[in-house]
């Protein structure tokens, strides 16, 4: 039977209990600059090198950036009528729940704790922290444990700031993402002015191979991990004023501009470095790297110390800092908002639900959720924490999506303020290609995608033993019925 709003439903919503509400002060600046910031990133910064090396044309990586771009539109299209439909705080969680039901929604929140926003902020910390801490020449184990200690201050401050007040997170928010944008811009129009000359890196397609199209494919896990992020102002529905007219704008706004962007830093990377070039830092003999592809990981600094000259190595280094400080930022912010909902509905221990009273803030899930980044960062990898954010990622963004033919069906008279043009083949898109990714990914790296996997279905067990522990506790003695010793 349909539901008369769009809010899971909870046996403490049933009683008559009302939820803390935060309060609807985001406008549409500030749900873009999440979107921009939660996308630009460690992805565009290093996942390019990676590319160039495993398909051997920069051609074919600019091929799959535009065809990345095309991905991440119809998703965010499609995200687009799931917003505006029920602009309530939680984002995919609150669609799955509606679609698919409590295992789905708690599942989707389990992966965004685990996987979405724990590994994304620890790798966007570390990488902020060791270009920050390039002038600085550090090496050795030392230069590992003070970056880490770094990125850990990094994460910590932000949590502050954005449990303090909200006003301040506006602030803080609009102010760095600013300056990633002026930077990045900067750069391109610098180095497309500079690196032009080179315009013959552009064209050198090779022979189409069958191993060719299977490391085209597993590069899109990368450049999908990139393209993370165009759903992030959904967590964030129910505290912007007006959200099923602003989300809309602010999905298309933001992933319109970012994919331009990223077209246009790529192309200064294959102006600065040909394939052949990239293909010799890696597999040079002074790379003793153990994963050897890591020797392009820094393509935005290599690719500047190659058009602008070595002095700029230093000044670029802590610039790039700063500009994954805006994405880390962005996700200290959101993903504690998918616990606070998850709590709501029952699936997370109550505590989490709990808003600052000086700040109508979560102050509690934003702690949980600093404890698994501060874990990941100092006991992960950056290529396995991307590889296993990818596949988790990508197979619950196929639900979400997903959800936009089931609710068609389940909730034909649901208020839909926006549309997915195209539909459905919009969504097919979407679904089509990260399935291909996906299996990609398994037959490119089986053990950590298999990780990714087992770390979803873990979940399983512990929804039902929480719903186990809820009825339990929910068992109370009543009037007519006195418990015995031991109940």
């Known amino acids: 039977m349909p539901k008369a709003n769009c809010e899971p439903r909870t046996e403490r919503a049933e009683v008559g209990e009302s939820p803390p509400r935060m309060p609807a002060e985001f406008g549409l600046p500030m749900a873009t600059f999440i979107i921009v910031a939660s996308m630009v990133g460690v992805g565009i910064l290093t996942t390019s090198g990676f590319t160039v090396y495993f398909v051997g044309s920069n051609q074919l990586m600019l091929g799959l950036w535009v065809l990345g771009g095309v991905i991440a539109a119809s998703g965010a299209l499609t995200l687009c009528e799931l917003s505006a439909a029920m602009p309530k705080t939680g984002g995919d969680y609150v669609y799955l729940h509606e679609a698919y039901g409590p295992l789905a929604a708690f599942l989707s929140g389990w992966v965004s704790f685990l996987i979405g926003f724990a590994a994304p902020s620890a790798a966007a910390a570390f990488g902020a922290a060791k270009f920050l ?54 750069f391109v129009l610098a180095g497309l002015a500079v690196g032009w000359p080179h315009h013959a890196n552009l064209v050198d397609l090779p022979p189409m191979t069958g191993s060719r199209v299977v490391a085209m494919m597993f590069s899109l896990v990368y450049i999908s991990y990139a393209y993370i992020g165009w759903n992030a102002a959904s967590y964030l529905a129910g505290e912007i004023h007006e959200p099923q007219r602003l989300l809309p704008r602010a999905i298309l706004l933001g992933t319109a501009g970012v994919v331009a962007l990223y077209l246009g830093l790529n192309v200064v990377y294959a102006l600065a470095l040909s394939a052949n070039d990239v293909r010799a830092i890696v597999d040079g003999p002074g790379n003793r790297l153990p994963f050897k592809p890591e020797a392009v990981a820094p393509i935005a600094q290599l690719a500047a110390q190659r058009l602008f000259g070595t002095r700029w190595s230093d000044p670029l280094s802590v610039s790039i800092g700063l500009m994954l400080l805006s994405s880390l930022s962005a996700y200290v912010l959101v993903g504690p908002r998918v616990i606070y909902a998850m709590a709501h509905a029952g699936q997370f221990p109550k505590i989490a639900s709990r808003l600052s009273t000086r700040s109508a803030t979560p102050v509690v899930a934003t702690v949980l959720q600093v404890v698994c980044t501060l874990t990941l960062l100092w006991s992960g990898s950056f290529d396995s924490l991307v590889i296993y954010a990818s596949v988790g990622l990508a197979i619950f963004s196929m639900l979400t999506i997903s959800a936009v033919y089931v609710l068609r069906v389940k909730r034909p008279e649901l208020h839909r303020p926006f549309k997915t043009p195209g539909y459905p083949v919009t969504p097919a898109i979407y679904l089509g290609f990260t399935a291909l990714l996906t299996a990609a990914a398994f037959s490119e790296r089986f053990w950590v995608s298999t990780y990714s996997l087992l770390s979803i279905m873990a979940g399983i067990p512990i929804y039902y033993l929480w719903q186990r522990s809820r009825r339990s506790s929910a068992e109370l003695p009543t009037e007519n019925a006195v418990p015995t010793r031991g109940e």
């Open 133 to 186: 801490l390039v002038p600085l020449h550090l090496e050795g184990p030392t230069a590992l444990y003070v970056q880490r200690g770094l990125a850990s201050f990094a994460i910590l401050a932000f949590a502050t700031i954005h449990t303090r007040s909200r006003s301040g997170t506006a602030q803080v928010q609009g102010w760095i993402t600013s300056l990633k944008l002026i930077i990045l811009v900067l």
